[in-house]
């Protein structure tokens, strides 16, 4: 059974770290492209951040260039997102997806169309 299934969530203070981990089941994941996306309350799923298939490209949305750090260790099967300075408007669902890096090139997007998607895992930012 194909799964992915995201971990690490929880309340943490402004300023504050956590890091959040996909781990994958019933596929091999360094076939594939991994993204990290995220909702808040009331707001559209929006992509945080991506890293191709070997590790050796990322990409971050804006918002948490310079405070979130992804990372892959193929071996375990699972990818990180090391996220620090983290600040209220942070708070959301936090969910990771795999593209099957096939056709798709060299380097990783934040697709909506991933083939495959963890449920979920929430972060809540707060004092």
């Known amino acids: 059974q194909v799964q992915l299934v995201e971990s690490g969530g929880g309340l943490v203070q402004p300023g504050g770290s956590l890091r959040l981990s996909c781990a994958a089941s019933g596929f091999t994941l360094d076939r594939y492209h991994i993204g990290w996306f995220r909702q808040a309350p009331g707001k559209e799923r929006e992509g945080v951040s991506c890293i191709n298939s070997s590790g050796t490209a990322t990409t971050y949305t804006d918002s948490v260039k310079g405070r979130f750090t992804i990372s892959r260790d193929n071996a375990k099967n699972t990818v990180y997102l090391q996220m620090n300075n983290l600040k209220p408007e942070d708070t959301a669902v936090y969910y990771c997806?795999?593209?099957?890096?096939?056709?798709?090139?060299?380097?990783?997007?934040?697709?909506?169309?991933?083939?495959?998607w963890g449920k979920g895992n929430l972060v809540t930012v707060s004092s």
């Open positions: 997806a795999a593209d099957r890096a096939a056709g798709r090139g060299y380097f990783c997007s934040l697709r909506s169309d991933m083939n495959y």
